[in-house]
């Protein structure tokens, strides 16, 4: 497959807009983006795991059971979260509205909000929000949507691929939003993903779940998770190309999904509130893949490793740690460790390491934490940023 322009409206017969309705604290911002298919489309979702969700993920899990979407709306500055019965009566005039701009049906019309949480819509501006965004639908729409899905994020994000096929070639999109309240299992995000291939709904979702698996739940900035995460995926078959289980070049369209949100989601850690540092953090030789992940997991989240990778410190003493309290057994005195080429444990003790060395790679912008446990087949890899000063300014006055 190969990058190319246009994000989510790189593939065939999708459209896309972002304007401002005035629902930012910067009156002029883009805060309303629509996102939509030429015809009905087969539709997929993952979302948060959060017990509090909002009523939009609530709205979408019932769109992506019916299996078809024809758009989605999204909306920043306020989540509509933790909004009661009428936040899913804003969600319901939301989708109406939209449907009847696009001369679809509300079950079908997906809606996102992000932003604070607790403070109910302000409806009017939501409502010329969606009338403007229908009437700004553009096949070079996607980075106006881009950036009006925007929160702390400090880029806009957006991505597309083309897959040479011997039935076709096909392209997938994606736009996403997310900096900060990003923890594992769900990421705290919202993601876009378009594609003119033809994919049954059941077919989709398989596919979608691999692929979120594989790099949405694979990130951590802060390891708190939000009300409103939201992955969407959108196929229309514009292309022509057709997918079923066990279509030869089904396992390609799959690798390209795939990869499409591993980039997406390595975007969302480097754009991290408040981030310096991109780190990826390896372990390996695991009991089997699951508890591999439980050790990176606790690596990406800890606080302190987070501040040492901020400071610059090579302290591997707080790695060893964080894998200790994961919840997974392995042999201490079997332990080695790596801050790129640079060893600083084997066998469970330090090594003669040179303390500049190891320093001189945290000082680098990105770099690979390699743990290995022991001789198993278990590997695993999350992606994590350090924790600045900056995060606790950002977070500190996010309403104010």
């Given at each position: 497959m190969?990058?190319?322009?246009?994000?989510?409206t790189?593939?065939?017969?999708?459209?896309?807009?972002?304007?401002?309705?005035?629902?930012?604290?910067?009156?002029?911002?883009?805060?309303c983006?629509?996102?939509?298919?030429?015809?009905?489309a087969t539709?997929?979702?993952?979302?948060?795991?959060?017990?509090?969700?909002?009523p939009?993920?609530?709205?979408?899990?019932?769109?992506?059971?019916?299996?078809?979407?024809?758009?989605?709306?999204?909306?920043?500055?306020?989540?509509?979260?933790?909004?009661?019965?009428?936040?899913?009566?804003?969600?319901?005039?939301?989708?109406?509205?939209?449907?009847?701009g696009?001369?679809?049906?509300?079950?079908?019309?997906?809606?996102?909000?992000?932003?604070v949480?607790?403070?109910?819509?302000?409806?009017?501006?939501i409502?010329?929000?969606?009338?403007?965004?229908?009437?700004?639908?553009?096949?070079?729409?996607s980075?106006?949507?881009?950036?009006?899905?925007?929160?702390?994020?400090?880029?806009?994000?957006?991505?597309?691929?083309?897959?040479?096929?011997?039935?076709?070639?096909?392209?997938?999109?994606?736009?996403?939003?997310?900096?900060?309240?990003?923890?594992?299992?769900?990421?705290?995000?919202?993601?876009?993903?378009?594609?003119?291939?033809?994919?049954?709904a059941?077919?989709?979702?398989r596919?979608?779940?691999?692929?979120?698996?594989?790099?949405?739940?694979?990130?951590?900035?802060?390891?708190?998770?939000?009300?409103?995460?939201?992955?969407?995926?959108?196929?229309?078959?514009?292309?022509?190309?057709?997918?079923?289980?066990?279509?030869?070049?089904?396992?390609?369209?799959?690798?390209?999904?795939?990869?499409?949100?591993?980039?997406?989601?390595?975007?969302?850690?480097?754009?991290?509130?408040?981030?310096?540092?991109?780190?990826?953090?390896?372990?390996?030789?695991?009991?089997?893949e699951?508890?591999?992940?439980?050790?990176?997991?606790?690596?990406?989240?800890?606080?302190?490793?987070?501040?040492?990778?901020?400071?610059?410190?090579?302290?591997?003493?707080?790695?060893?740690?964080?894998?200790?309290?994961?919840?997974v057994?392995?042999?201490?005195?079997?332990?080695?460790?790596?801050?790129?080429?640079?060893?600083?444990?084997?066998?469970?003790?330090?090594?003669?390491?040179?303390?500049?060395?190891?320093a001189?790679?945290?000082?680098?912008k990105?770099?690979?934490?390699?743990?290995?446990?022991?001789?198993?087949?278990?590997?695993a890899?999350?992606?994590?940023?350090?924790?600045?000063?900056a995060?606790?300014?950002?977070?500190?006055?996010?309403?104010?």
């Open positions: 190969k990058y190319i322009e246009g994000g989510v790189a593939p065939r017969g999708f459209s896309a807009s972002g304007v401002a309705a005035n629902i930012k604290k910067v009156w002029d911002k883009k805060d983006a629509l996102i939509a298919s030429d015809t009905p539709v997929a979702g993952m979302f948060t795991k959060n017990l509090m969700k909002s939009p993920v609530v709205w979408n899990g019932a769109v992506c059971m019916s299996g078809t979407a024809r758009a989605v709306f999204i909306n920043s500055g306020n989540a509509n979260a933790a909004t009661g019965d009428r936040g899913f009566e804003d969600v319901c005039a939301t989708a109406a509205r939209v449907a009847d696009l001369g679809a049906n509300a079950e079908h019309i997906c809606i996102c909000s992000t932003g949480i607790g403070v109910p819509l302000p409806m009017d501006r409502m010329n929000g969606v009338d403007s965004c229908t009437r700004a639908l553009s096949s070079n729409g980075s106006d949507a881009a950036l009006a899905i925007m929160t702390t994020d400090t880029v806009p994000k957006e991505l597309a691929v083309d897959v040479p096929l011997p039935s076709g070639s096909v392209r997938l999109g994606a736009i996403a939003k997310g900096s900060g309240m990003i923890a594992p299992d769900m990421a705290t995000l919202i993601c876009v993903i378009t594609t003119d291939a033809g994919v049954d059941a077919l989709l979702d596919a979608l779940r691999k692929a979120v698996t594989q790099s949405f739940n694979c990130i951590t900035i802060d390891n708190d998770m939000s009300t409103s995460d939201t992955v969407l995926c959108l196929a229309n078959g514009a292309s022509g190309v057709h997918f079923h289980d066990g279509s030869t070049d089904y396992p390609a369209f799959e690798s390209a999904l795939r990869e499409l949100c591993v980039d997406m989601a390595k975007l969302l850690v480097r754009d991290g509130e408040g981030a310096t540092k991109f780190v990826e953090i390896s372990v390996e030789g695991a009991h089997d699951s508890a591999a992940k439980t050790i990176a997991r606790a690596i990406a989240n800890s606080m302190l490793v987070k501040t040492a990778f901020f400071g610059q410190d090579p302290n591997w003493g707080r790695i060893a740690c964080a894998a200790g309290y994961a919840g057994d392995f042999d201490p005195a079997e332990i080695a460790l790596w801050l790129d080429d640079v060893q600083l444990v084997d066998k469970g003790a330090a090594t003669s390491y040179q303390e500049e060395d190891a001189a790679v945290m000082k680098q990105e770099f690979r934490v390699r743990l290995r446990v022991g001789e198993g087949d278990g590997n890899v999350f992606w994590t940023s350090d924790l600045s000063h995060y606790v300014s950002i977070n500190a006055d996010y309403r104010s």
